[in-house]
């Protein structure tokens, strides 16, 4: 079955600059890439997502990245912000509503 | 908020206890799910329904009871539970199973059991 690494398991970044995270996938079958952001006290909210389709998508500073080829995926946040500070994980789907998630990653945004 | 709300915010019981944990979405959605999150763990996919039917028990132990009425509401009902049973359990939601939809999260339930 599917397996989803992620790393790093934390990090700290100044504010205004860039963090990346990255995720490696086990199944060349899985095609859609969603990433979510868990605040303290609240639930994963989808950020942004990515299909096998294309290679890069963007929303304003989140960006991500995918390697078909190497089985991997990035989350890129430029600029950060105090407000980026959270948990971010990462996940892969056959195209099914079986998601397997990462095991997060804990930012900090220092000011 | 992302429409998905979910009920007791907190709960705590005793091995020995029952309780429900409720979930509502006001998406319109047709499929709803259980997840438990432990720290350090990924989130585990428990149960999924799509238009009321159950389509995926992920293994997991039947002290732990769903319930989906309709495709608004899902529920989880818990009994003599165990000390490891304790975590977050989030709700979601999606359009359907038909493939790989958005997700919506609740705030989820955070159970201790004593």
């Known amino acids: 079955g599917e397996n989803v690494e992620q790393h790093p398991s934390t990090l700290s970044v100044q504010e205004g600059d860039s963090a990346v995270i990255k995720c490696t996938y086990s199944?060349?079958?899985?095609?859609?890439f969603p990433w979510y952001k868990q605040e303290l006290g609240k639930g994963p909210q989808l950020i942004i997502d990515i299909r096998s389709n294309v290679g890069e998508k963007k929303d304003q500073r989140i960006a991500v990245t995918l390697n078909k080829t190497a089985k991997h995926f990035s989350l890129h946040i430029t600029e950060t912000q105090p407000e980026d500070s959270a948990v971010y994980f990462c996940a892969g789907s056959d195209s099914s509503y079986k998601l397997i998630f990462g095991s997060g990653t804990r930012l900090l945004v220092r000011p | 908020e992302t429409g998905v709300t979910q009920t007791p915010r907190h709960l705590v019981m005793g091995m020995t206890n029952k309780k429900s944990l409720k979930c509502e979405q006001h998406l319109g959605h047709n499929a709803m799910y259980w997840y438990k999150q432990s720290a350090k763990k990924p989130l585990e996919l428990m149960f999924v329904y799509n238009f009321k039917e159950q389509t995926e028990n992920n293994s997991v132990p039947s002290r732990f009871s769903p319930e989906c009425p309709n495709s608004s509401h899902l529920f989880l009902h818990l009994h003599t539970l165990q000390p490891e049973d304790s975590a977050l359990y989030l709700c979601?939601?999606?359009?359907?199973?038909?493939?790989?939809?958005?997700?919506?999260f609740g705030p989820g339930t955070r159970l201790t059991v004593t």
């Open positions: 199944d060349s079958a899985s095609n859609y």
């Open positions: 979601a939601s999606s359009q359907s199973t038909g493939g790989a939809y958005e997700q919506y």
